[in-house]
Structure formats: structure tokens, C-alpha cells
């Protein structure tokens, strides 16, 4: 349909399809993510119902914290999406942005942990930038307990 948009994995075992897909982006910069991309974790926010996903048996997924899993392609390694698992979290998909076939018309609106970006990781603004501390306090309580 002309309002989805495709992207898929390095090898393209896991391909994936977003219906109403988002126009912005946005970023973290935890050092979870950082390690986890090489970089920052940038992503599109697709509610579950949005996403359509193939290639379901070649998803491994990893449990970075008690409330969360990253999902990558077990054969090339592509990080695919961050998901919180915690019980009443909402089912979104937070979607590797770099995935899409075409990003170009993609905008950044907010970096999130930006006082843990190495100066060398910045992207182009304008974007809304939010601390460590003021994040963690947007969050529902059982979150902040960790
Ligand atoms: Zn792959
Ligand atoms: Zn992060």
C-alpha cells in the first residue's frame, strides 16, 4: 500500500512492513544502546498493530533489563527493535530506524540520555534534548525502582 513503508535486515532474512510509519525519529544515547548499535539506537515508534514482520524464526532476542528485550537477526546480527516486557508497558515497537529502505524524509525530535553522548555521536538538530534523570522521571514508577 502507498502508506506503508519496507525495511528489512543486512542479510534480509527479517523483513519488515510499517503501516502509517511515522515522520520522526527519535534517539538514545544510553550505553546499552551505544554498545548495542555501535552508535546511538535511533528509532521509529510503531504501535504493534502498525508492523508487519517476516522472517520471525531468524529473530533472536536478548533481555537487557528486567523490564526490556532487543531483538536482532540471529544470522547478520542487525538490531531490529527495543521492546518493554514489563507487565501494562505499552506494545510498541520501537523499530531500528536504519532499517528502512529510505529514512530520507525522517526527522529527529528527540535525543534521549544526551548526557551520556560522546561529543564525536552528534546528529543534526534541531532535536529535543533530555537528560538521564529528567527521562527516568517520565517514567512510570516500577521503572525507576532499578
Ligand atoms: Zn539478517
Ligand atoms: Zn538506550
Redesign the pocket.
Known sequence: MANDSHGQ??????QITVSHPPHEVNACHCGMCRRWTGVALVTLDVPEANIRIEGLD?VRRYTSSDWAERAF?G??G?SLWYRLTAPGAPDDYYLAAGLMDDPSDLTLANEIYIDHRPPAFAFAGPAKQITEAAFLAMLPAPAQEE
Do not use: E, I, M
Not at 535486515?9 to 527479517?14: I, N, P, T
Open positions: 535486515c543486512l542479510c534480509g532474512a527479517v531468524t537477526c544470522t547478520c542487525s
